[in-house]
């Protein structure tokens, strides 16, 4: 939208019919929506920046749009906010904060420079990729609340940040890696200047002075490459050798080192030979393959940690003495919250008054806004659109959703899968049989000709280098595990990705799963007439009040239950309670006590009973997920036995069953037999791959050998499923499938590629056919084809 | 071929001014984002307000 003259010169939303509000600007009069916007504009005007409106790009509509309830901005001068939000470093106090509807370059100028006109403000930078402002100012002279009142005045409302939210330990790590990656491609440019002369003069002649300049040129150059870029290698090494674990740093650490001593000596004794061209462009190469190698590993971190930096610092609690403003540190669960329309949600909770339509894209991928009403639950980081929202927090902080979900994340980010372990070990023994190797050849060499022997066994040692065998694995399981989050599967268990790979059927749960998990009550035949529908209604509420399992929510109802004593979940089976003394059973007909009503519909039927007297039965629906069957007919595409296992009664499970075209299942399972259907296919030599409830098949999921569950918002945190589905859909699995299969083809790629090579190039190396500088581009190169080659993996469709 | 002993050493010294210059530049931040840029240049962010263009 651009700003035309029916839109708000301001902040180009469109202007109501009878509004008539204009300002001068530049000396031009310019129409605007609203006397907020009016107010803006002239503040920025009178405070002769103006030019912000010529510089800036077209604005997003709304962005800058004062908004309409102002901000109590002196609750942050109170010591408890100050010591959370701001640091004093020197005389000054510090703050970052993170500054929403920043667009374009003309905003962080108008944003530093408004901020540097308060008395007081030392310093005000603004980063317009992370949205963050860096402010530093003098106590005395200006109050914290000053502050965010001016940034909210001028359209931006500000929002403090806790301390260290910038200095994500994965972007200190990129940060350090981008300069020691520049310091070993500039060496290795300049060395190899150095060394294009250096060459050229061993064939033409050269002076014997420019020689030795040129080669204490180069040892300054090479200084930094070896004691900064190098360091990693150095001291993972040591942290090797110290745990008598030797990795494939070694042989690099002591090719590295001693070509680099072995050269300083030659520059200073005069020596035949410098191998400073060699030890930069393999430090360089070791470095770039090490950068792929990270990127592919933050990229999977990158998606929960945009969904943390979503989370708002602070929350207006309410409470019988009116609203405050306080950290969401310090909110617990049991506080009532207001959410204004357009932020985000501090906590897991509860709606309790108000109803509006909630963005929860980032955490299930559901790109509809979800309308959300009393009773309704909310989860933290998801952005209320339209109207306020008063809600109950329930969980806060590490226990929420999207405290779970990158909890779950962050374990699969260090459990190492069995694969990545075993080539681990392999590659040390390697790098033990390779050190052997190096010195039985500089033996030979020794006594054959002395003379080469040093650059022979370096160029062993380099070729060598089982680096190739060592990242074949672990950087293409990095990259499926990323592209695979971006799909909204998120991998818990490193090595789901090769049991899916080797998986031989699906086997699938109903309820929840292959349906949407939202029942529906369609039928209640009251079976004995001292109850009316009502009565029947609200002892099953009661009763379900106690169960996860997804067909609870059908019961749900709002008005006052009935207290139960006793409650019990038999698991698969249905609950049970005391209600005024007497025992009311709710669930299967078998587990009620009840004879079946004879009717064979092929719904869901939940019988209840009192006494063991059967009382009514509840007809419940659940519908399919649209793709289901798209999504099976795919896997069996592929050749995959699928079968249904479900705790329902057979005719409603053959009906989902022919809806989807599975021919087999198994009905009225409890989770036992699921348990045991499972284990007698797998005593077959199959594979199970099961996807199901996380909290209900617990058990038939950890029997499997993969395990795949939705994810259910209250469930999430305790599910130990391998792999969880964040989306509504179940397309991804498909893909999962299929990318399961060309990792492990990569991997199979990569590891006979880095065999291939190393017994190829060692006969070479040894007999001396191959010197130290193509020792290293070989070794390098081929760690290079290795990493790029799994990096394919992330472009996987 | 003595220009080289002056021209080296500079070139060592321009070397160690755009090192620096790029440590500085990592950690201001602005290679904190390195995915974003290159999409950067295919949205249309160059229209400027008030030509009158609905879009």
Known sequence: MMVGADTCFHCALPIPANCNLTTTIDGEQRPVCCPGCKAVAELIRDAGMSQYYAQREAPEPGVGRPPAEATEWQVFDSTEMLSAFTESTGGDTEATLYVGGVYCSACSWLIESTLMRLPGVAAAELNPVTHRLRVRWQPAENSFSDVLGTLASIGYEPQPLTGDSEARPEMLEQRTALKRLLVASLGMMQVMMFAVGLYAGDFQGIDAQMQRFLRVVSLVVTTPVVLYAARPFFASAWRGLRARKPGMDLPVSIAVGTAFVASVYATITNGPAVWFDSVTMFVFFLTLGRFLEMRARHRSIDRTAALSSLLPNTATRISADGSTIVPVSQLVAGDRVVIRAGDAIPADGVVVKGASSVDEALLTGEAAPQQKSTGDPVAAGSINLDRLLEMQVTRTGSDTTLGTISRLSERARYARPAFVTLADRVASYLVVALLLVATVVAFIWYLVAPERAFEVTLSVLVVTCPCALALATPAAFAAAGSRLSQLHLLVTNGNAIESLARATSFMFDKTGTLTRGVPKITALVVLDNSYTEYDCRLVAAALETASSHPLAQAFKLDDTLPAVDEQHVEVGQGVSGTIDGRCWRLGSAAFVGAGTSGNDSSTTQVFLSVDNHAVAWFEVEDALRPDAAATLESLQARGLRLALLSGDNEAAVAKVAAALGIEEFHAACSPQQKLAIIEAAQSNGERIVMVGDGINDAPVLAGADTSIAPAHGATLAQTSADVIMLGDSLAPLTTAVAMSAQTMRIVRQNLTWAIVYNTLALPLAALGFVPPWAAAIGMSASSLIVVLNALRLSRFE | ?55
């Open chain 2, 1 to 55: 071929m003595s220009i080289l002993y002056v021209l080296i050493p500079l070139a060592l010294l321009l070397l160690g001014g755009a090192v620096w210059a790029f440590f500085w530049a990592v950690s201001s931040g602005q290679f904190d984002d390195l995915d974003t840029p290159a999409v950067r240049i295919i949205m249309d962010d160059d229209q400027k307000p008030g030509d009158g263009n609905e879009t």
